[in-house]
């Protein structure tokens, strides 16, 4: 049974950063593409980060790249989400997910999601 559990999550203001921690039980996580999405509240979910197999990034929205940054320990079965110069646009419930596949960098709706983690960043 795979197993994705997120943490790291909180309050924090505005210019302040937070890391998020994802951990991946159940799958061979070195052969698995995992990432991070989003949800703020009345909005569709968004997708933030993905990380490939070999390591191939993928960002959604190119205003996350001077203040985002995903990254794995395979040795741990972790992938991680830092997050620096936090906005309070950037309020949401924070998800992780898993793939196990080599052909994709991010993971789709029918993969392996976990139960979320929720960021809120005050003004």
């Known amino acids: 049974q795979v197993q994705v559990v997120e943490s790291g999550g909180g309050l924090v203001q505005a210019g302040g950063s937070l890391r998020l921690s994802c951990t991946v039980s159940?799958?061979?996580?070195?052969?698995?593409?995992v990432g991070w999405f989003r949800q703020a509240p009345g909005k569709e979910r968004e997708g933030v980060l993905c990380i490939s197999w070999s390591g191939n990034t993928i960002y959604y929205d190119d205003s996350m790249k001077a203040r985002f940054t995903i990254s794995r320990d395979n040795a741990k079965n972790t992938l991680y989400l830092q997050m620096n110069s936090l906005k309070p646009e950037d309020t949401a419930m924070y998800y992780c997910?898993?793939?196990?596949?080599?052909?994709?960098?991010?993971?789709?709706?029918?993969?392996?999601w976990g139960q979320g983690t929720q960021v809120t960043v005050s003004s």
């Open positions: 997910a898993a793939a196990l596949t080599r052909r994709f960098t991010c993971p789709r709706a029918s993969d392996y």
């Open positions: 159940g799958l061979t996580f070195d052969d698995a593409a």
